[in-house]
């Protein structure tokens, strides 16, 4: 399966095309190494400052953000979220990804991630390439995460694989603190008449909500 490039990787392209012209240009006039080198961490800086700020507003995504986010952005916000729960993390090839679209790994175990940023439910296909990535990867384990739900066929084909899946809820606890501010419970994903919110898990004795977006 082939993937577009993210912005990331689109903005370190054009840096390092105009980088190059630079130089190219800077030869034939004959500038000194010193102003080549100046450009050289002038450009750097300029990907490192966009890539820390791209970076800051995926973590604050909310739900409803996360919705209208393309695949490869759901990617992005992914790998940041690993990032920040202390895995090195891995975006796969963009010419192909094998089944696999982020590779994750704490204390030694390696594992591969599908993403599914859907407007439906996911069904099988999605942990049939998690699960053919395995073996590509030397993964020790697998995921799908999805802004939706599965099918229960989904369901029973990830039991049946030791596959793992995150679904709606799984990614609001990404972004939402996972703790009652109030009482120190967990908090819990639960379904309003109008929309998902956050509610405390000692309810009815403490009756905190907080909204998903």
Do not use: H
Request: proline share 2%; charged share 25%.
């Amino acid at each position: 399966m082939k993937k577009r490039l993210n912005k990331s990787q689109k903005l370190k392209i054009v840096l390092f095309i105009i980088y190059c012209l630079f130089v190219i240009y800077s030869f034939f006039i004959n500038l000194n190494k010193l102003v080549s080198i100046l450009m050289f961490i002038l450009f750097s800086g300029i990907y490192v400052l966009y890539k820390k700020r791209r970076e800051n507003n995926l973590k604050n995504s909310t739900i409803k953000k996360i919705d209208n986010m393309t695949g490869e952005e759901f990617e992005e916000f992914l790998q940041v979220a690993f990032k920040n729960m202390g895995y090195k993390t891995m975006l796969t090839p963009i010419t192909g990804d094998y089944g696999a679209d982020l590779l994750v790994k704490k204390n030694g175990v390696k594992t591969v991630i599908q993403a599914k940023r859907w407007k439906s439910t996911v069904g099988v296909e999605a942990v049939q390439q998690v699960v053919a990535s395995m073996r590509y990867y030397k993964a020790t384990d697998a995921m799908v995460i999805t802004n939706n739900y599965y099918s229960q066929n989904a369901i029973n084909l990830a039991k049946a694989n030791n596959v793992r899946l995150w679904d709606r809820g799984d990614v609001i606890k990404l972004i939402k603190s996972g703790e009652c501010p109030k009482c120190g419970a967990d908090l819990l994903v639960r379904k309003g008449p109008y929309s998902e919110f956050l509610g405390c898990s000692n309810y009815p004795r403490c009756k905190y909500t907080e909204k998903t977006n």
